[in-house]
């Protein structure tokens, strides 16, 4: 069991950033060794992934943040952390961190929502026009 914890959402004029944060903390060492995401969803629509590191470092990104947003992680800390530049209003979104085993980072964003068994609470993300 892996509890994810959000922080760092809120509101913003088109073109700003935000940066935002995961904690994660669970039982024994084996979480330590996930690959770790950041996912999205609007009402109505499908959660879609955003970004996911994996063990090695490597960061696989979707095409409509490439450029924009950068996701690092802390191993120490288990924190995964989402920068987010050049903002625009179609950003706006309930994000969530999560986590799970993965084989890579590309290989875990193209499962989508099936990549992973542990999800934060998620943090909204509003980008004004």
């Known amino acids: 069991q892996v509890d994810l914890t959000e922080s760092g959402g809120g509101s913003v004029q088109a073109g700003g950033s935000l940066r935002l944060s995961c904690a994660a903390e669970g039982a024994g060492d084996n979480y330590r060794r996930y690959c770790m995401g950041w996912f999205r969803q609007v009402p109505g629509k499908e959660r879609e992934g955003v970004a996911i590191?994996?063990?090695?470092?490597?960061?696989s990104y979707a095409d409509s943040v490439k450029g924009r947003f950068t996701i690092s992680k802390d191993s120490a800390k288990i924190t995964l952390t989402l920068q987010m530049n050049s903002l625009k209003p179609e950003d706006t979104a309930m994000y969530y961190c999560?986590?799970?085993?993965?084989?890579?980072?590309?290989?875990?964003?193209?499962?989508?929502?099936?990549?992973?068994?542990?999800w934060g609470q998620g943090t909204q993300v509003t980008v004004s026009s």
């Open positions: 590191i994996d063990t090695d470092g490597a960061v």
């Open positions: 999560a986590a799970d085993w993965c084989f890579n980072a590309q290989s875990g964003l193209l499962q989508g929502v099936d990549f992973a068994r542990y």
